[in-house]
């Protein structure tokens, strides 16, 4: 509508128009005073009248600012904007809210509103929430399927484990009153409900019983009595006094002898399949991979190992496929939707490039303008020529000295010398270590300054154009104040997640991280209700699976816009011919004697003949097979033979069942070593064997072709090669101390054999060189988080250092130094994870770039007092200033990593279909003739309507089938039946159970009666060819046989007939049908596929890294005394199987952290299975697992979702795809002739 055609043409002129922008700018400063009085209070004290007069001046101005709006536009005119209508939402709810105040009723659902009046203030965060609504119709259909599979699992929980969480081990006697001690009337650990124990009935199958309870323990020491049989003898035999020894008292725990259940479950009662509602949020919690795996141990204890491969499966389908399914469709379908070119987004440098540019070029500027607003015209004749004329030589000269290479070096190496004097300092160094460091830092700064002068008086006002030149400037400015400025404590504020405002931003920042947001949420709904749950959920769907996968996107597009315009503009350089030229122009020094240049062909020749000798042989395998050499060709035909490489392959994998057996318990003596030790041997021969026969038939080094020459054998013959001197230091150097340090190394090389079967499995191998490929490009992004973490580094060692240290005591709330803790006989500790040196500070820097522990590290740097200090509680949160910036920056990082690994991939892709379609044009024509029968074979115009030849009731039934009040029909069962299983729950009402049993029966029916009339309608050959169809008839199969099961009494047949009663619930697969819901199913398919060979990958880093954890961390136990942070029953390194599921563990990021502390822990005084070298070694190990599997990996699946659904996309914009089975029924109910056959119902 123009302006003249409104109601007040000049009020609209003044307030709305784009030349006048004054009430859109002043509204929008009131709605940021809005956010800022919203910040301001505190929920538990009281409001500031100050505030309530601020807060009555923001609702007027708004009200009136409406006012205007409406008499300016009318009032259909105004509400036709939805912003309009957001605004007066927000109105009527303040109004609606001061209402109810007033009445003494309090509702805090206004306050929560008033912010969004910022949105439709701001331009580009209104552009932004419009392409968030284009892509809401794609991201309903991506949470829609998000959600089904949480609530399928989470109703599959309440089936297996309701009510199984409460198991606890109660006293089977009344054991206080008989013996009078005082007793909980269950056995609870010393963690209380943190960490239950949970048991399991004496003739289930869980992995924890009410035998398995610790013996009962007395100021430290283990009880090992009997209990009396008198009660007045107990006070005699349960001795009081602290220190008893180890047979002095009763060990009360054995009588916590009876496993039932009781009336909490762990975690305050939030942990639980209980009902629906917890089994969702626990689902939910296992989804996001946060303490998921201390639910999994929980139903370990409770009904059997075998639960880990239910969490297994839930874990890679509901995180690492689906969600990264979402997660990439929301990325791509919100870049779709955007309407920016890719110039014009944030992430593009054009934009800070043409800003940078304006602020330089008034910068420069800005000198001349005040030279001539200050000097007089006639001031110019006032200057000695000579003076100038002698500065301007000066400062050409200078500026030659600045350009040269030579000053750029000198620099350089005055950075590195800076940065090594930065990263040597340490805590507890030495004291002429520091002044030479006080003095380094002196002369450095000032060498800085110096170069920051000379090159200002070269270039002038040109130095500032050269952002490396800005940058320079800013670090020399901000050190010089930072040197006065900054330093000192502050008042000690007590952290609660929501009791300020910079509380809820940090605790609304840990839970996108994800970073125990379980704990958080637990808290949170113990002290106010269960449904804050909505409230975290809410947070992690929409802040980390949409806002920043949005952003994943930003960074995919930016990479893809910029290696195009890259591929246009790059141009081949071509070195210069000057050597070529310098080579020509040398010729030999007329100065040297000719009896000199005699002695030199002289010893020439003699070197030539051995030359030439190895050139004649050059074809001769080790200088000793000649090509024609019987034995060398028996082995050249040995070698071509199929069933060679089938004899080795299995003998590779039969050293890796042995390397997979070992384990650091086994008796040296027994035979289960003897077998082991020979099978070592024997694989070391046969490879060797089959290192020499490829030897000598090909070659070993010269030649073409050789063995050396192919990477893969070069990797073979490496690890024979190790083997054989693992071998020879067995045999000859067992038992000499000197000698057991190369042995240990020798036998972790050991695990290293795995790697020969890459080049035996060709899927394998393809996705090791697709990964190397893939990795190449990410070496300059490497170099970048490198550079990022040596900053952040150095930066934590100059805040943090010797300030990581705690007192360890029985009481120590009145410690507050070193001294004071060592004069009351406690320990002086230092945390794993610290800034005391360089590379414990890029340890702990990494642990929290994985997001998994940089809470604990954040919350240890904000209690930080002073060196040899007792920490105190949020001493220091300014602190925070370090922390949260750095985790903000690792978002970014992580996401240029996945753009890199994304386009790596991308390219990896197109060249190995390049090669394919290449393949295809040579053998084009053969294939097409073999492949033409099957094109040929279609389907008869007769065999298209066969339903014109059915019986007139056959066809009544077919179009029934072929229905939508079918298909209406069936859905609503299938609703009906999945909310009837949802409504189950622990301890519920008989006639809820008669209900859903009932139910179960009529649904089951149902089900029965609908395939009898598909396969009436179709046919049975028809039938089977729907996939869907296939299903049906699963569930129903599985639905009888249950049904029988338990009207036969014969449940118990089974290990656990819920299961099959739970398989019901795929039914709901049909609801999937939907045509958006179905592309993404594509997507998910042929995701399977593109992933299939990266699973191999990563059962094979596995099978390698656990093979190592076994020789490495086998032998570490946890003990009461000396307990583990993340090692446990359920994650250890004792043998193969179990460190498989810890890795798994490690994989997910879940605690991963803690098992590394367990891994660096002090050795205790005789313990045996803890070595110095795990120090040093166990970091190394552990990290490069994690960069591997968390950040390899796992991005190169989210490259292979993206590929998927690129192709997807590819292939849905031709037309040359068949007609799918909806499409076909569709065309079938129009009454097409042409449509084919159906072959189930839509």
């Not at 179960?1000 to 028809?1022: C, D, Q, S």
């Not at 739970?1062 to 992933?1091: E, Q, S, Y």
Request: charged share 15%.
């Amino acid at each position: 509508m123009e302006v003249e055609q409104l109601p007040y043409p000049r009020l609209a002129r003044t307030t709305l128009t784009p030349s006048s922008t004054w009430l859109n700018l002043l509204s929008a400063l009131t709605a940021l005073l809005n956010c800022y009085s919203l910040g301001m209070y505190e929920p538990c004290g009281e409001t500031s009248p100050h505030l309530e007069v601020v807060e009555h001046f923001i609702f007027g101005y708004f009200v009136i600012e409406m006012l205007i709006k409406m008499v300016s536009l009318g009032f259909f005119g105004y509400i036709r904007n939805n912003w309009n209508k957001l605004d007066i939402l927000v109105i009527c709810a303040d109004l609606l809210n001061f209402c109810l105040v007033s009445l003494g009723i309090l509702l805090p659902f206004s306050p929560v509103l008033r912010p969004l009046r910022l949105i439709s203030r701001v331009p580009s965060m209104r552009n932004l929430v419009k392409q968030l609504g284009g892509i809401m119709s794609m991201l309903a259909n991506v949470l829609f399927l998000y959600f089904f599979v949480i609530h399928v699992f989470a109703v599959v929980g309440v089936q297996l484990w309701a009510g199984k969480l409460l198991n606890r081990c109660f006293l089977g006697e009344d054991i206080p009153t008989m013996y009078n001690v005082s007793l909980s009337s269950f056995y609870m650990t010393k963690y209380n409900e943190r960490s239950p124990f949970i048991c399991a009935p004496d003739n289930d199958t869980g992995t924890l019983h009410c035998h398995d309870v610790p013996p009962y323990r007395v100021g430290g020491e283990t009880c090992s009595l009997p209990a009396p049989h008198r009660a007045s003898a107990a006070s005699v035999l349960v001795p009081t006094v602290e220190g008893t020894s180890a047979n002095g008292c009763v060990n009360w725990n054995v009588f916590y002898n009876t496993c039932r259940t009781g009336d909490r479950n762990p975690h305050m009662g939030n942990v639980n399949f209980d009902n629906i509602g917890f089994s969702w949020l626990a689902i939910f919690q296992v989804v996001t991979l946060e303490g998921w795996t201390e639910i999994m141990n929980y139903t370990i204890d409770a009904q059997s190992l075998w639960t880990c491969a239910f969490f297994i499966v839930v874990t890679i389908m509901g995180s690492f496929i689906i969600m990264n399914v979402c997660a990439v469709i929301i990325a791509t379908q919100f870049l779709e939707n955007t309407d920016m070119d890719a110039e014009e987004l944030c992430i593009n440098p054009d934009w800070t490039t043409a800003i940078y540019n304006q602020l330089t070029s008034c910068w420069t500027n800005f000198p001349g303008l005040i030279c001539r607003t200050t000097v007089h015209p006639n001031d110019s004749n006032t200057r000695n020529p000579v003076v100038v004329h002698t500065l301007k030589q000066l400062q050409a000269k200078v500026e030659t000295a600045v350009n040269s290479k030579y000053f750029k070096q000198g620099i350089m190496l005055v950075v590195f010398l800076s940065v090594v004097t930065l990263a040597v300092e340490h805590h507890g160094q030495p004291k002429e270590l520091t002044t030479v460091m006080k003095i380094s830092n002196w002369l450095f700064t000032a060498i800085f300054v110096l170069e920051f002068a000379v090159k200002l008086f070269s270039l002038q006002m040109l130095y500032f154009k050269d952002r490396n030149n800005t940058l320079d400037f800013f670090i020399v400015v901000v050190s010089l104040l930072g040197m006065h400025l900054f330093g000192g404590n502050n008042t000690i504020t007590h952290k609660n997640p929501f009791d300020s405002l910079l509380w809820s931003m940090v605790t609304v920042f840990q839970t996108l991280t994800q970073e125990d947001w379980n704990l958080v949420l637990y808290n949170t709904m113990t002290s106010s209700s269960p449904w804050a749950a909505l409230y975290f959920t809410t947070v992690i769907v929409f802040g980390k699976h949409v806002i920043l996968n949005i952003l994943v996107g930003i960074v995919v597009q930016s990479f893809q816009a910029r290696r195009s315009s890259g591929t246009n503009q790059d141009l081949p350089i071509h070195p210069v011919e000057s050597m070529n030229q310098d080579n020509q122009a040398t010729g030999t020094d007329p100065a040297n004697p000719t009896t000199k240049q005699d002695n030199v062909s002289r010893c020439l020749n003699c070197i030539d003949k051995p030359i030439r000798w190895f050139k004649q042989h050059e074809d001769w395998s080790l200088f000793m097979f000649s090509p024609q050499n019987k034995f060398r060709l028996l082995c050249q035909r040995i070698v071509s033979r199929t069933w060679f490489d089938n004899m080795i392959l299995l003998f590779i994998l039969l050293s890796c069942i042995a390397i997979a057996v070992e384990r650091p318990g086994i008796d040296p003596t027994s035979v289960e070593r003897w077998i082991l030790t020979v099978s070592r041997y024997l694989f070391s021969v046969v490879f060797m064997i089959e290192m020499f026969v490829k030897v000598v038939a090909a070659g070993f080094l010269f030649g073409k072709e050789t063995y050396c020459r192919d990477t893969w054998n070069a990797m073979d013959g490496l690890l024979v090669i190790l083997s054989i001197v693992h071998m020879v230091f067995d045999v000859f150097f067992r038992g000499k101390g000197n000698m057991l340090g190369m042995i240990k190394v020798l036998r972790l090389l050991r695990t290293l054999r795995p790697l020969r079967v890459i080049k035996r499995a060709p899927k394998l191998k393809l996705a090791m060189e697709a990964l190397i490929t893939s990795m190449k490009p990410l070496r300059k992004i490497v170099l970048i988080c490198l550079a990022f973490f040596l900053f952040y580094s150095i930066l934590g060692v100059q805040l943090f250092k010797g300030k990581f240290f705690y007192c360890v005591g029985k009481d120590t709330r009145n410690i507050t130094n070193k001294a004071e803790c060592l004069s009351a006989n406690y320990h002086w500790e230092r945390k794993v994870f610290n800034f005391d040196n360089l590379p414990q500070a890029l340890m702990s820097i990494f642990v929290m770039y994985s997001k998994d522990g940089w809470v604990n590290i954040m919350q240890d740097g904000l209690d930080a007092v002073g060196v040899d200090r007792q920490p105190v509680r949020n001493h220091n949160k300014w602190m925070l200033l370090f922390f949260i910036p750095f985790m903000v920056m690792s978002f970014f990082l992580l996401d240029t990593f996945i753009g890199v690994m994304v386009e790596a991939f991308h390219d990896c892709q197109q060249e190995q279909k390049r090669k394919d379609a290449e393949l295809l044009r040579q053998r084009g024509p053969e294939m097409l003739d073999q492949g033409g029968g099957k094109e040929d074979g279609g389907a008869h115009p007769e065999e298209l309507e066969y339903w014109r030849h059915y019986s007139p009731m056959r066809q009544a039934v077919f179009r029934l089938c072929n229905s939508s009040m079918l298909d209406l029909f069936m859905t609503a069962i299938i609703i009906i039946n999945v909310l009837i299983m949802a409504i189950e729950h622990y301890n519920q009402p008989e006639y809820i159970g008669q209900i859903t049993e009932y139910s179960f029966y009529a649904f089951t029916v149902i089900l029965v009666m609908e395939i009898v009339l598909k396969i009436v309608a179709f046919g049975v050959k028809r039938f089977r060819k729907s996939s869907w169809n296939l299903l049906d008839l699963l569930i129903v199969g599985t639905s009888i046989i249950s049904i029988l099961l338990a009207e036969l009494k014969m449940a118990n047949a089974i290990p656990n007939p819920s299961i099959l009663r739970v398989l019901r619930v795929l039914r709901l697969a049909n609801v999937l049908r939907a045509k958006k819901i179905r592309v993404l199913l594509k997507t998910i398919i042929k995701t399977l596929a593109h992933v299939g060979s990266m699973c191999l990958l990563f059962m094979f880093f596995f099978f390698i890294y656990a093979a190592l954890g076994v020789e490495l961390f086998g032998r570490l136990e946890c003990t009461p005394d000396y307990p583990c942070v993340g090692l446990n029953r359920h994650a250890n390194f004792h043998h193969f199987g179990m460190a498989l599921l810890t890795l798994y563990q490690i994989c997910t990021g879940d605690n991963w952290s803690g098992i590394m502390k367990d891994t660096l822990r002090k050795c205790r005084p005789g313990d045996e299975g803890c070595s110095s070298h795990l120090y040093w070694i166990a970091p190394i190990t552990l990290i490069t697992f994690v960069v591997m599997a968390q950040f390899v990996l796992v991005n190169l699946v989210v490259a292979a979702i993206m590929q998927a659904l690129e192709d997807s996309n590819k292939v849905a914009s031709t037309n040359s795809c068949p007609p799918s089975e909806e499409e076909e029924l569709q065309a079938i109910e129009e009454g097409r002739p042409e449509a084919p056959s159906p072959t189930s119902s839509a």
